[in-house]
């Protein structure tokens, strides 16, 4: 599509001599060096500049391993988790179990590659005056608006991992490098009033050829996302209704489908990232999948994630009556099979097996099928806790799976009707809209679970919610901010972190608690599951990351956040 190549193909090219490299084919295509002297001298150069911009969005996780890995972090971020390990990336490791420091490479690269795009934005609004008499005023607005925007997205993003940050919103020199930090509720106003301001210059659709660009529904969810964040309630239910009520946006009836090829068009899509083959890609999928359909499960789900979906009937597997833990994946809420690879599955053509006496499995990709050995079982580096991730996994990709182009969508309208939701119960205005909004999502077409009913008390609404979440947006990078903002990251945290029993199921059920986390205290064969790590958190330190230690170092204003 056009809209991926104009994004992808600029992405980073425009500041190069500011900011940093670019692809040398790129250099090619744009053969100008911008400076703050010629630069914006027409309506074309901004637009480039602006596409610059959105580029530094699509910060991917580099080189940690597995040789050329570009996963974005939207996706890679749930690996520091209660529902995500990553086998390689030790940065992510540490965060996840509670070993971090100011020197972590995840915590260092994502400061920087935020203010990297924070600049470039800075640098648009303070030059893109010199157009104000030379191109229409909606194309001059239009653009002031979404380098506001996307600024505030890379502030909301830095405001949850770090909390208060430096608030820069001009081009700095040497002379400006000491910046004290904003407080935490500082950011969070910014972000707020950003995003107001831009929806009010924003398109409510932009044209095909700027698709993956701002809209005014997408900056009002981010507002909406960032009130709820920072307990803004009132805030937060505002701006949501505002999405709702632009009658634009709607739930996919397909579930798995938002996240091919056949979904980038959905209505429910509000706003994502832009990939296209030859010029910008991911490698998400290879690093999803098991051995056999050539992936190589380096980030893979834990047990714990598993067992926490709830049964077709709306009942944890622990008071199910449909749970057999003889086959304990029968009878699921169907986002579980959407989300996850497990046992018995026909992934790519080929059967997923990771029992350890299974040795072979069906091949199905020939006919008829047939028996062949199963590396899930035998490789070293096969799946670690016997489970993988399917999510953005298409097989339109299944012959390079190094380079998919399926666009990752950073906000959609579930999460819209969830922050609805959940913000008018933290209210405790409880009314048919929350309900409504709340069985929108679990009950689309291919999810189908009972509805909510009514006179549920605002601490079981809350419950609803919470689990909701969990299991509608895993893998794509809300996690973490929910477990800290709702405080039970010093409960999903801590102790082991299992993955299957090798050889066996579990002999019953976990118990099941309102956050729809499991405890396994009471299962009788625990002995035997896998421990993949064991978790430490420390409640007075890791509901932030660090600053990066040389961000400290050189920046003698910037203090680090409490106990690092």
């Not at 540490?94 to 690269?109: F, M, Q, S, Y």
């Not at 935490?184 to 107001?196: G, L, P, S, T």
């Not at 002999?507 to 896998?530: C, E, L």
Request: charged residues 20%; proline residues 4%.
């Amino acid at each position: 599509m056009i809209n991926k190549n104009l994004i992808s193909a600029v992405a980073g090219c425009l500041f190069l001599a500011l900011f940093g490299g670019c692809k040398d084919e790129y250099l090619e295509k744009i053969p100008f060096n911008p400076s703050s002297v010629s630069f914006y001298s027409n309506q074309e150069e901004l637009q480039i500049g602006l596409l610059g911009c959105y580029s530094q969005l699509n910060y991917q996780e580099q080189n940690y391993g597995l040789g050329n890995l570009r996963v974005p972090w939207h996706i890679f971020i749930d690996a520091t988790t209660d529902i995500c390990w990553d086998r390689t990336n030790g940065a992510l490791q540490d965060i996840g179990k509670g070993t971090i420091d100011a020197n972590n490479g995840v915590v260092l690269v994502k400061f920087r590659e935020a203010y990297k795009g924070i600049a470039r934005c800075n640098f648009l609004l303070d030059n893109v005056v010199k157009l104000k008499d030379k191109i229409p005023s909606t194309v001059y607005n239009q653009s002031i608006a979404e380098a506001r925007f996307i600024r505030a997205l890379n502030y909301s993003y830095l405001l949850t991992l770090y909390g208060g940050v430096p608030l820069v919103t001009t081009t700095l020199t040497i002379n400006d490098s000491q910046i004290a930090k904003s407080t935490k509720a500082e950011i969070a106003d910014f972000v707020i009033n950003e995003m107001d301001a831009a929806a009010k210059d924003l398109p409510l659709n932009q044209a095909i050829i700027n698709d993956g660009r701002a809209t005014k529904g997408a900056a009002l969810a981010i507002k909406a996302r960032t009130a709820l964040y920072n307990e803004k309630w009132d805030v937060a239910a505002q701006a949501a209704k505002q999405v709702m009520d632009l009658n634009k946006y709607a739930l996919h009836a397909n579930y798995g489908e938002l996240f091919k090829y056949s979904g980038e068009t959905s209505k429910e899509i509000i706003f994502s990232l832009q990939y296209a083959k030859n010029v910008n890609t991911h490698t998400t999928p290879r690093y999803f999948l098991p051995r056999l359909p050539g992936g190589v499960c380096d980030k893979v789900p834990f047990q714990s994630f598993i067992d926490s979906y709830e049964c077709t009937d709306g009942l944890s597997i622990d008071s199910s009556p449909l749970y057999n833990p003889q086959k304990p994946f029968a009878n699921r809420d169907p986002r579980l099979s959407y989300t996850c690879g497990v046992p018995g599955d026909r992934l790519f053509g080929y059967q997923f097996e990771t029992h350890k006496d299974s040795l072979q499995i069906w091949n199905y990709n020939v006919t008829p099928a047939v028996r062949i050995a199963n590396t899930e079982a035998t490789h070293a580096f096969a799946t670690f806790t016997g489970y993988v991730f399917r999510k953005y996994c298409d097989e339109t990709d299944r012959t390079d799976l190094q380079n998919s182009e399926i666009n990752i969508i950073l906000m959609r309208y579930a999460e819209v009707l969830l922050t609805y939701a959940e913000a008018k119960i933290e209210l405790d205005q409880i009314d048919q809209s929350v309900y409504d909004a709340i069985n929108l999502v679990r009950r689309r077409a291919t999810v189908n679970m009972p509805a909510i009913t009514a006179n549920k008390t605002q601490a079981q609404l809350r419950s609803i919610v919470r689990k909701e979440r969990k299991y509608e947006f895993a893998m794509e990078g809300l996690r973490l901010a929910d477990i800290r903002r709702w405080k039970i990251a010093e409960q999903v945290l801590v102790g082991p972190a299992y993955g299957r029993i090798p050889k066996g199921l579990l002999a019953n059920a976990p118990i099941i608690d309102a956050n729809g986390s499991p405890n396994y205290s009471n299962v009788t064969n625990r002995a035997d599951m896998r421990i993949i790590e064991t978790k430490v958190f420390n409640k007075n330190r890791d509901y932030l990351w660090p600053f990066p230690a040389i961000e400290v170092q050189t920046n003698k204003k910037l203090v680090q956040n409490p106990n690092y």
